[in-house]
């Protein structure tokens, strides 16, 4: 990439709405429409971190480090340059109503689909509700871009964005979607595809933190499916990392006010769910938060504990002997 495509970038990315998209606030303004405050990249408690939106330029008098949007997204979500740009560009690309088109084409599909609508069925998303709730759709697979185009989308928005392939064809197929902010996750039906897929760029924060972060107790579990039967099964306080890997995100967000989070993460064979729980409950005791290990019956995740007959009480009791 050139010096001048950098440049470009950089003008399309200021430095300012790009940290406050990353929750950075401004504490006290300085000379010169400078402005100090936390520093994101490491913890601060006194504001070391001094931002010029003039310049596009930080520097933080804390660790000592600085430089353009390209360094801070580098250190922020930890990548090397190239990724970095890579990241800034998907980060830009992706335009909200291009998702929120593609998101609404693929809830029109998943009634046409009864194959879709019995997957649901059978992993225990069984209430009209909790599908109006999520927002779930299902891709088909071939007919989103005829769909996105015909509404004045580029195919080569469509590509940026990961919705289709270079040569133009879908990129989810058979896949039910779940929109996340800023992406969209997909889940396949087909044994022989990656279960997993997200569009490039970052997953998002914590799913549907906005209702959840009031409770003074949080349940959280790993994957869509497990969201989807504890609200079901009547507990709201529940929310979603999308993998047992938080980024930096999510974890400031548990970490946002006094609160018990009860870890459910898959109590699966190797035992890597529970590894990442007891790694995460630590990190989360140090900040001050109460953490609690959540114990599955073996081999079990809280979709398979619902799908199989577990009821409410019985989990009601897990969370209560969580340690
Ligand atoms: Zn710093």
């Given at each position: 990439m050139n010096r001048q495509a950098l440049d470009e970038l950089k003008q399309q990315i200021p430095l300012m709405g790009y940290l406050q998209a990353h929750d950075w606030s401004p504490a006290r303004p300085l000379s010169g429409g400078r402005w100090m405050g936390l520093c994101p990249l490491h913890e601060d408690h006194k504001p070391s971190f001094l931002v010029d939106p003039n310049k596009d330029l930080f520097y933080c008098y804390g660790c000592g480090r600085g430089g353009d949007v390209i360094r801070f997204a580098e250190l922020y979500h930890q990548v090397k340059f190239p990724q970095a740009v890579a990241l800034l560009h998907q980060w830009r690309g992706v335009e909200p109503s291009l998702l929120l088109e593609a998101a609404r084409f693929y809830r029109i599909q998943l009634h046409r689909h009864s194959e879709a609508v019995a997957y649901l069925y059978q992993r225990g998303v069984r209430s009209l509700a909790t599908i109006e709730l999520m927002r779930i759709g299902y891709a088909p697979g071939g007919c989103l871009r005829g769909w996105l185009t015909q509404l004045g989308y580029s195919m080569s928005a469509l590509y940026q964005a990961g919705l289709v392939t270079g040569i133009g064809y879908d990129a989810y197929v058979r896949r039910i979607v779940f929109p996340l902010e800023g992406n969209?996750?997909?889940?396949?039906?087909?044994?022989?595809?990656?279960?997993?897929?997200?569009?490039?760029?970052?997953?998002?924060?914590?799913?549907?933190?906005?209702?959840?972060?009031?409770?003074?107790?949080?349940?959280?579990?790993?994957?869509?499916?497990?969201?989807?039967?504890?609200?079901?099964?009547?507990?709201?306080?529940?929310?979603?990392?999308?993998?047992?890997?938080?980024?930096?995100?999510?974890?400031?967000?548990?970490?946002?006010?006094?609160?018990?989070?009860?870890?459910?993460?898959?109590?699966?064979?190797?035992?890597?769910?529970?590894?990442?729980a007891q790694c995460l409950s630590q990190n989360l005791w140090e900040r001050g938060i109460t953490a609690r290990l959540v114990s599955l019956p073996q081999g079990h995740d809280p979709n398979s504990f619902f799908v199989q007959g577990g009821e409410a009480r019985q989990f009601r009791s897990l969370l209560e002997a969580a340690q």
């Amino acid at each position: 990439m050139n010096r001048q495509a950098l440049d470009e970038l950089k003008q399309q990315i200021p430095l300012m709405g790009y940290l406050q998209a990353h929750d950075w606030s401004p504490a006290r303004p300085l000379s010169g429409g400078r402005w100090m405050g936390l520093c994101p990249l490491h913890e601060d408690h006194k504001p070391s971190f001094l931002v010029d939106p003039n310049k596009d330029l930080f520097y933080c008098y804390g660790c000592g480090r600085g430089g353009d949007v390209i360094r801070f997204a580098e250190l922020y979500h930890q990548v090397k340059f190239p990724q970095a740009v890579a990241l800034l560009h998907q980060w830009r690309g992706v335009e909200p109503s291009l998702l929120l088109e593609a998101a609404r084409f693929y809830r029109i599909q998943l009634h046409r689909h009864s194959e879709a609508v019995a997957y649901l069925y059978q992993r225990g998303v069984r209430s009209l509700a909790t599908i109006e709730l999520m927002r779930i759709g299902y891709a088909p697979g071939g007919c989103l871009r005829g769909w996105l185009t015909q509404l004045g989308y580029s195919m080569s928005a469509l590509y940026q964005a990961g919705l289709v392939t270079g040569i133009g064809y879908d990129a989810y197929v058979r896949r039910i979607v779940f929109p996340l902010e800023g992406n969209l996750y997909g889940r396949s039906l087909s044994a022989d595809a990656p279960p997993h897929r997200f569009l490039p760029g970052a997953k998002g924060g914590l799913y549907g933190w906005e209702q959840v972060h009031r409770y003074p107790e949080v349940i959280l579990v790993e994957g869509l499916f497990d969201y989807a039967v504890l609200w079901e099964a009547g507990f709201q306080n529940v929310t979603c990392s999308m993998g047992t890997h938080l980024n930096a995100r999510q974890f400031r967000q548990l970490c946002d006010a006094p609160r018990t989070v009860y870890l459910t993460f898959d109590a699966d064979g190797n035992g890597s769910g529970q590894q990442a729980a007891q790694c995460l409950s630590q990190n989360l005791w140090e900040r001050g938060i109460t953490a609690r290990l959540v114990s599955l019956p073996q081999g079990h995740d809280p979709n398979s504990f619902f799908v199989q007959g577990g009821e409410a009480r019985q989990f009601r009791s897990l969370l209560e002997a969580a340690q």
